[in-house]
């Protein structure tokens, strides 16, 4: 594979789920492309598209009622669209690993934690029993969990939900993939606990060249550790920069919404200021811009004009018509 080339690319991703109460647009149009040993952070409220922007990647949208209705998803060069399940299934775990969102219900209850790292392991790598019994315990420790050698033995149910989100992540690096999709991995983890897992992430960046794509609601994180930001709304991207330009210079309303609603810490008491209104139901979608609606800069073709995604400077796209002067705006 061509060293300059993305490991991933995304392009025109359009991901629906077919019900009885309409079509769901949950990703409709993402383009993005991460290479070898980056971070790309994808930043947005519940329901913009974010997860299921993950899951198509991997070929686990359930049909029905969802499907990738149109774009193309290029892993090393090959187009994972056009690959059989049973081809992905050599890919996932592997290649391209996920820690998943929610801990709670990611580990089959009925096996203890050895029979599913190990069998995670085994499945991928041409390893012993033992020699992935060994690998499971070195990166149980990595990952912080108390006394390895004993708790692998356990069962998730005794396991709080904070450690189970650990185990999660020491399978996803159990074959140190090429790719790893962490989808709110540190929601469930205290503060140090966090810390010693970005680091372990980075450390296995550094070793594999591994590329991250970091899902979270935590703008802190993002800070930390992203090279690159995608902030989605309404199954779109609204904004794209790198890390350093979104924080310094974020130019759509909906990105400056999501940084002024951080908690400051201030001499002074400072109300917190929230993004007004609720993201728009995904079954019917306002005509023009899907966030107007929420917008204290709205500008009457806003109401009628969905734009496109453009590019001001230095790889900073926005998709705002903000920045067309011809526009009258209605409230400011």
Known sequence: MDTDAPLLDVRNLH???FTKAGTVKAVDGVDFSIKPGETLGIVGESGSGKSITAMSILGLIPSPPGKIVDGEIYFKGENLLDKKEKQLRKIRGKEISMVFQDPMTSLNPVFSVEKQM????RAHENFSKKQARERALELLDLVGIPDPAKRIANYPHEFSGGMRQRIM???ALSCSPSLLIADEPTTALDVTIQ??????????????NMAIIMITHDLGVVSEVCDRVMVMYAGKPAEFARTTNLFDHGKHPYTLGLMNSIPKITPEKQKLQAIDGVPPDLHALPKGCSFAPRCKHAMENCLSIDPVLKEMDDNHHVRCLLYDDSKEAIST
């Open 15 to 17: 991901t629906h789920f």
């Open 169 to 171: 992540i020491a399978i």
């Open 195 to 208: 810390a010693q897992i970005l680091e372990l992430f980075s450390r296995m960046q550094r070793e594999l």
């Open 118 to 121: 190990v069998e995670t392991i």
